[in-house]
C-alpha cells in the first residue's frame, strides 16, 4: 500500500507565504507525476501544478508566478511553495502521485488526505 501525507497548511494573510509538503512512503517502485490540486467550498478540484519524474513543471495560470512546486525524489515528497497569497487562494490542497508500486507493473493513482490554506485578506 502507499501513503501520501502532506504538511504546512494553514492560516496566513494575504501577501504572504507557506510551503505545503507531501511525503510519499510504502510499497513503492517509482513515482511518474507528482501533482497538487486544490478545493474550494462550493468548486470542482482544480490542478494547481504538475512536475514530472524528470522536473518538468506546469501551471494553472492562476498562480503562475506566485507557486512554484519541485520534488526530492531521493524523498518521495513533493513540495508548493506558495507566495503572494491572496484570499482566492484559500482551498483544500490535495497531493497526488502516480506510482508503480513494489511488485506491480501498472500505475496506480493515489491522493493525500488534503491539508487546508487558509489566505484571510
Not at 482544480?46 to 520534488?71: H, Q, W
Not at 502516480?98 to 507493473?105: D, K, T
Given at each position: 500500500?502507499?501513503?501520501?501525507?502532506?504538511?504546512?497548511?494553514?492560516?496566513?494573510?494575504?501577501?504572504?507565504?507557506?510551503?505545503?509538503?507531501?511525503?510519499?512512503?510504502?510499497?513503492?517502485?517509482?513515482?511518474?507525476?507528482?501533482?497538487?490540486?486544490?478545493q474550494?467550498?462550493?468548486?470542482?478540484?482544480?490542478?494547481?501544478?504538475?512536475?514530472?519524474?524528470?522536473?518538468?513543471?506546469?501551471?494553472a495560470?492562476?498562480?503562475?508566478?506566485?507557486?512554484?512546486?519541485?520534488?526530492?525524489?531521493?524523498?518521495?515528497?513533493?513540495?508548493?511553495?506558495?507566495?503572494?497569497?491572496?484570499p482566492?487562494?484559500?482551498?483544500?490542497?490535495?497531493?497526488?502521485?502516480?506510482?508503480?508500486?513494489?511488485?506491480?507493473?501498472?500505475?496506480?493513482?493515489?491522493?493525500?488526505?488534503?491539508?487546508?490554506?487558509?489566505?484571510?485578506?
Amino acid at each position: 500500500q502507499v501513503q501520501l501525507v502532506e504538511s504546512g497548511g494553514g492560516l496566513v494573510q494575504a501577501g504572504g507565504s507557506l510551503r505545503l509538503s507531501c511525503a510519499a512512503s510504502g510499497s513503492i517502485f517509482s513515482i511518474n507525476a507528482m501533482n497538487w490540486y486544490r478545493q474550494a467550498p462550493g468548486k470542482q478540484r482544480e490542478l494547481v501544478a504538475t512536475i514530472s519524474s524528470g522536473g518538468s513543471t506546469n501551471y494553472a495560470d492562476s498562480v503562475k508566478g506566485r507557486f512554484t512546486i519541485s520534488r526530492d525524489n531521493a524523498k518521495n515528497t513533493v513540495y508548493l511553495q506558495m507566495s503572494s497569497l491572496k484570499p482566492e487562494d484559500t482551498a483544500v490542497y490535495y497531493c497526488y502521485a502516480r506510482v508503480i508500486p513494489r511488485g506491480g507493473i501498472a500505475f496506480r493513482d493515489y491522493w493525500g488526505q488534503g491539508t487546508q490554506v487558509t489566505v484571510s485578506s
